[in-house]
């Protein structure tokens, strides 16, 4: 079966960095994505992972054990425009992106 | 350059019509993909589209739901008899070389199905 956890909501301080978890079990895996999606909007792309280990993009960087079936997404110096939906998103052999219920982040002055 | 468009933004109609929602994909984009979104969880996969054909309509809830792609671009997403539960935040997205590492999901705006 197909199961994807990471925390309901979070909050942090701006400025400050803040760590999103995920957790996955799924049939077939061919790397993971995560994806932004404010409030009444689309989902748009942040990053993608396939092999064990950190990628860095500017604020944000995402990490990936395969073997553990767990990625961690990571913000650094939090601004307000980041308060979002996060969504962890494994890349199935299917050519088919399963997106867990997302994580509601909000940032606080 | 244009991204995904879906058309209409916003569609309410009365349990028992039928609806057609639309996708219009970016560009060059061979795989086309319709997800529903409902509130506070993330999108769920309902059909993917390769070319013309429907590669995985494994998600597709009932035979009320049909999509179409008759020339490799625009997608039509069918509902027939909608339902109260059937209102959600439909969601289409594209992609450009399906079932390799990293082909990333562009996606549209949504239409926001209401059914009354």
């Known amino acids: 079966g197909q199961n994807i956890d990471q925390p309901t909501e979070m909050t942090a301080t701006e400025g400050a960095i803040v760590q999103i978890n995920c957790t996955y079990q799924t049939s077939g895996f061919n790397g993971l994505f995560w994806y932004q999606q404010h409030a009444g909007e689309a989902p748009t792309f942040l990053s993608y992972n396939v092999l064990d280990g950190l990628e860095e993009k500017g604020r944000f960087s995402s990490f990936l054990s395969r073997s553990k079936g767990y990625s961690y997404l990571l913000l650094k110096e939090l601004q307000m425009k980041d308060s979002a939906s996060y969504l962890c998103a494994p890349y199935s052999s299917a050519s088919k992106i399963i997106f867990g219920s997302g994580t509601r982040l909000s940032i606080r002055p | 350059g244009a991204g995904v468009s879906q058309t209409p933004s916003n569609k309410v109609t009365e349990k028992g019509k039928y609806v057609e929602l639309r996708c219009d994909p970016i560009s060059g984009h061979t795989a086309l993909y319709w997800y529903r979104q409902s509130l506070g969880q993330g999108p769920e996969f309902l059909i993917y589209f390769q070319g013309t054909g429907a590669a995985d309509d494994s998600g597709l809830p009932n035979d009320r739901f049909f999509a179409v792609r008759p020339e490799g671009s625009v997608s039509t997403l069918k509902i027939q008899r909608t339902e109260r539960g059937d209102s959600a935040v439909y969601l289409c997205?594209?992609?450009?070389?399906?079932?390799?590492?990293?082909?990333?999901?562009?996606f549209g705006p949504g239409t926001r199905l209401t059914v009354l």
């Open positions: 997205a594209s992609s450009r070389n399906p079932g390799t590492s990293g082909d990333t999901q562009y």
